[in-house]
């Protein structure tokens, strides 16, 4: 069991939600909250909210990451914003592949993989989601689409690139349903992702990589999620739109 070597990090995901005023007074309320947490805290917000949120955030320990980037530099791509541009502005944390853009959004395993490589070449770090629908769940394929996507993610990462991943294993089933993995499916899912990893870097690489478990994770069921061997973290939907849920869930992962 190597959880001692892997810094815990809880990352929140607004999603399409707060406008400016309520980004200042979110993080307003959360910086003395968790003012001098053990694990990393970051905050990913809507684009037009980044400048805002890294404002905020100054001179704590809140991160702030953004939700998508696209995989190009620039160019004829109306509606997105570059990796570039996200370094740019001093953010430094991006989460690719989430399920809500797989679903809704048309992204694959191939542009995630595209999307992962541009946030690596710009100087991000990667918060990337992998995860099972129920049909899949029920059909005891968890296993093979978890290491299919994560293994099409991670084609041409470097060893040492690896170093700014961070797995997110989110049931596409748990996502904002209420139902979250106990605690025993998602430590296994979330170890069958660190042997793909060693399998492909090596175990003291995968030994050193964060992964997190996403789905409805609260204050009331991360501490028993959280001490799971295999879980390093959480990336938190409606839980991180409340300062003192989130505080929460952080206190638990310190
Ligand atoms: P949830 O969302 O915590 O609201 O289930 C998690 C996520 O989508 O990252």
Redesign the pocket.
């Known amino acids: 069991m190597n959880k001692e070597l892997r810094k815990a990090v809880i990352a929140g995901?607004w999603?399409m939600n707060n406008t400016r005023p309520d980004t200042t007074g979110l993080i307003g309320r959360l910086k003395p909250l968790v003012a001098g947490a053990a694990c990393d805290v970051i905050a990913c917000v809507p684009h037009t909210n980044l400048e805002t949120a890294l404002k905020a955030a100054q001179g704590s320990n809140v991160k702030i990451g953004a939700q998508n980037c696209h995989w190009a530099n620039s160019g004829a791509f109306t509606g997105e914003i570059s990796a570039g541009m996200l370094a740019e502005l001093g953010v430094r944390y991006v989460i690719i592949g989430?399920?809500?853009r797989r679903q809704y959004f048309g992204e694959t395993d191939v542009t995630v993989n595209q999307r992962v490589r541009a946030a690596l070449d710009a100087g991000l770090t990667a918060i990337l989601?992998v995860g099972e629908l129920l049909e899949q769940r029920e059909q005891e394929i968890t296993g093979e689409i978890c290491a299919m996507q994560t293994k099409i993610a991670l084609s041409g990462v470097s060893k040492q690139e690896l170093a700014r991943i961070i797995i997110?294993y989110?049931p596409v089933w748990?996502?904002?349903?209420g139902k979250t993995a106990t605690a025993q499916q998602a430590g296994e899912v979330c170890g069958l992702i660190r042997n793909v990893v060693a399998n492909l870097y090596g175990k003291a690489a995968a030994d050193a990589l964060t992964i997190q478990y996403?789905?409805?994770?609260n204050p009331s069921n991360a501490a028993e999620l959280l001490a799971m061997p295999d879980i390093d973290g959480g990336?938190?939907?409606?839980?991180?739109l409340k300062a003192e849920d989130f505080a929460a869930i952080i206190k638990a992962a310190s």
């Open positions: 995901n999603k989430h399920s809500e989601c997110a989110e748990a996502i904002g349903t996403g789905g409805s994770m990336l938190i939907g409606g839980a991180s």
